[in-house]
């Protein structure tokens, strides 16, 4: 029972640090950035879910990736530049191909868009 309930606090925090993150990049980002920072969020809260009772290596992985997106970078008054989410946005596809959830894959706007229709993106 305490093991459950270290990976359920475990779970609890990894998520709150995702949703700390972004309400605080919902107030400095706007539009595309936003959208990707919310994708990202949005990807990192599932696999941290769906890998509450994994192995300790997946569970390491998706802790590393939610680390990545959370690390604060100051960028010319910015709380996050839009490279550094563009390297979360890394970070993260690894994971999740990694994990063989390619359904959570984040793409931005710019990545379907260059896609010609109902071809699937190769990585």
């Known amino acids: 029972m305490g093991e459950e309930r ?3 606090s475990g779970t609890d925090v990894l998520i709150r ?3 700390g993150h972004l309400a605080a990049l919902r107030a400095g980002l706007q539009g595309p950035e936003l959208e990707l920072a919310e994708r990202l969020a949005f990807c990192l809260r599932e696999l941290v879910r ?3 009772h994994s192995s300790a290596a997946d569970r390491g992985q998706v802790r590393a990736a939610v680390h990545y997106f959370v690390l604060r970078r100051e960028s010319r008054g910015r709380l996050l530049s839009v490279r ?18 390619p359904d959570l894959l984040v793409e931005t706007r ?5 896609l010609p229709t109902g071809d699937i993106p190769v990585r």
């Open 6 to 8: 270290g990976r359920g």
């Open 17 to 19: 640090k995702v949703d």
């Open 50 to 52: 769906q890998t509450a």
């Open 84 to 101: 550094s989410l563009a390297a979360a946005q890394r970070v993260v596809n690894k994971v999740v191909l990694q994990l063989g959830r």
């Open 110 to 114: 710019r990545d379907r868009q260059a």
